[in-house]
């Protein structure tokens, strides 16, 4: 597909993987190209508890990151809330033993949270034998993925998330880059890969909303190659903008055009246009221009549906698809190009996951550990249902062919029965 070979591009330059590794690799929330497509290989389209199952080990704590793969161990964040103690886990890839433990902080005290989050759900990044991890105001810090070793810790930077961090990092040419959209200030900031240390900090520039609780968001930014270089597609309270990531100068903001706060999923990007999803109340879907400068917003909101869009799970663009899965199990499959309607299903359960694309198929993961698959496809056509664990809410991974599933307290490795 044009639009796969695109994206594979743009991350090759960011540095995060390469198409030659997209198979072994599963670097960043949303995989190598950040935007939930498995690139390379297939997946297990059946199991249970019973068949299918590779390895289940359980996970302390309680976390929504994402597992993350790369040399041979899967990587993920957790909270020990009675210590408090925030961690990294690494599994090993082949047999799911716990091979690396790895305190980071110790926070004095854990801040209020919303019962739908967790201190531990930012998903880390991995690059060039390096795990960089993300918990919000309680800090960043890398970590040697062989040793374990603690590389930098940096917990300086402080917002007021009122319901825990949310938003996960991402990591373009040296830079580590993260959302702090708090209820008390509004800003993106990159870290320096290599130390830790602040290389720049940006404030939010669009007027918000007067209640400081519509002040906040949860999104994580997606990375695109633009005709002027590399850009952030960044989405927080009431507005997008776009930066430029090298020195996290604002290149172009979109207002929503209604209110937008909470705002979770990530966005995807085609050729043209880049797909917004705005807020947790009342989701709005935007098709917005990102070849901009200034305030666009007159000119550059190609179209927007107000109808069943999501509050917290990502959205899936497969060449002119794009499938719109809500946090009710209601999906719509619309023109990309145009927001034209093409089909409407309704799949049945709650949503936090994002979803997966692998090889023409669709895979859906619900917080009852039940697992839809559909085909990608202009009909609906369902394929499979499994039923597995304890509740999805963290979103999935692939590498070599199976599927990694962190469920409510355990990781599971999935593979194709022979």
Not at 353 to 369: N, T
Not at 409 to 416: K, V
Request: contains cysteine; proline residues 5%.
């Amino acid at each position: 597909m044009q639009l796969i070979g695109r994206l594979l591009m743009g991350i090759a330059l960011v540095g995060s993987v390469t198409a030659g590794t997209a198979a072994a690799q599963w670097p960043q929330f949303r995989g190598p190209t950040g935007d939930g497509h498995v690139t390379a290989g297939s997946l297990p389209v059946r199991w249970d508890e019973t068949s299918g199952v590779t390895w289940k080990s359980t996970v302390p704590g309680r976390g929504h990151s994402s597992p993350v793969v790369a040399g041979g161990l899967v990587w993920l964040t957790t909270a020990i809330e009675h210590e408090p103690s925030l961690r990294a886990l690494a599994f090993d890839q082949t047999d799911g033993s716990l091979v690396h433990d790895i305190e980071l902080f110790r926070p004095e005290e854990l801040e209020p949270i919303h019962h739908t989050n967790t201190y531990a759900s930012p998903t880390p990044v991995l690059d060039e034998g390096k795990v960089y991890v993300h918990f919000g105001s309680y800090g960043s810090a890398c970590i040697a993925a062989e040793t374990g070793d603690v590389v930098w810790r940096n917990a300086d930077i402080k917002v007021d998330h009122q319901n825990g961090p949310g938003s996960s990092p991402v990591l373009v040419d040296g830079l580590l880059i993260t959302h702090y959209d708090g209820i008390d200030q509004q800003f993106i900031a990159a870290l320096k890969a290599a130390d830790g240390s602040l290389a720049w900090r940006t404030e939010r520039s669009g007027e918000l909303n007067d209640k400081p609780d519509m002040k906040k968001a949860y999104c994580t930014p997606a990375v695109i190659e633009t005709a002027r270089g590399l850009e952030l597609i960044s989405p927080a309270a009431d507005w997008v903008y776009g930066y430029d990531p090298a020195s996290g100068e604002e290149l172009w903001k979109i207002a929503y055009g209604e209110l937008g706060f909470s705002t979770v999923p990530k966005p995807v990007v085609g050729d043209d246009f880049a797909y917004i999803c705005t807020s947790f109340t009342r989701s709005r879907l935007l098709a917005i221009r990102y070849d901009g400068q200034g305030d666009v917003t007159s000119s550059h909101v190609a179209w927007t549906s107000d109808s069943l869009i999501p509050k917290k799970p990502s959205l899936l663009l497969i060449d002119d698809l794009l499938v719109v899965g809500n946090d009710a199990g209601i999906i719509t499959c619309l023109d990309a190009r145009s927001g034209r309607e093409i089909w409407r299903e309704r799949i049945g359960g709650n949503f936090s996951a994002s979803p997966l694309y692998a090889d023409g198929r669709i895979y859906f993961f619900s917080e009852a550990g039940i697992t839809t698959v559909i085909a990608a496809a202009e009909q609906f056509e369902l394929l499979a249902t499994n039923e597995l664990g304890d509740g999805f809410t963290a979103s999935p991974a692939a590498a070599d062919n199976a599927l990694f599933l962190r469920s409510q307290s355990a990781l599971y490795r999935i593979d194709a029965e022979n």
